[in-house]
């Protein structure tokens, strides 16, 4: 399963993310950011190779429907509602998306 983590720049929660879920889930990662500012700033290519979407907060899910409608149409956004409180692999980001994350991916499976 392809997943793909979004977040604002693409610097703290979705790298994490892409990092902790890389290893020991049988997935392929990847993230990107909404923000033209972002490390990686999210792609039509992006959408189409992700399986399943994470983003970590509404304003995310928002901004890429806005700009991938039809890319999106029949792709699962989950928004996990995780705010831009954490540095990259901060340890209680870590623990928060190893707690939320894995029953999607059950269901998924």
Same mark, same amino acid.
């Given at each position: 399963?392809?997943? @793909? #983590?979004?977040? &604002?720049?693409?610097?703290? /929660?979705?790298?994490?993310?892409? /990092?902790? #879920?890389? !290893?020991?889930?049988?997935?392929s990662? /990847?993230?990107?950011?909404?923000? /033209? ?6 792609? &039509?290519?992006? $959408? ?5 979407? #994470? ?8 901004? $890429?429907?806005?700009?991938f +409608? ?7 956004? $989950? !928004?996990?509602?995780? +705010? %831009? %409180? *954490?540095? *990259?692999?901060?340890?209680? @980001? $870590?623990?928060?998306?190893? %707690? ?7 269901? #998924?499976?």
């Amino acid at each position: 399963m392809n997943i @793909l #983590f979004i977040c &604002s720049r693409n610097q703290w /929660r979705s790298p994490t993310a892409e /990092r902790v #879920f890389s !290893v020991g889930y049988g997935v392929s990662t /990847r993230s990107a950011g909404t923000s /033209r500012h972002a490390k990686h700033t999210i792609s &039509s290519k992006d $959408i189409e190779w992700a399986e399943l979407i #994470f983003v970590m907060e509404q304003k995310h899910k928002q901004n $890429i429907k806005e700009k991938f +409608p039809k890319q999106l149409q029949h792709k699962k956004i $989950i !928004v996990l509602e995780i +705010p %831009d %409180d *954490y540095h *990259y692999m901060d340890e209680a @980001l $870590i623990e928060l998306l190893q %707690d939320v994350i894995p029953p999607y991916l059950d269901d #998924f499976a």
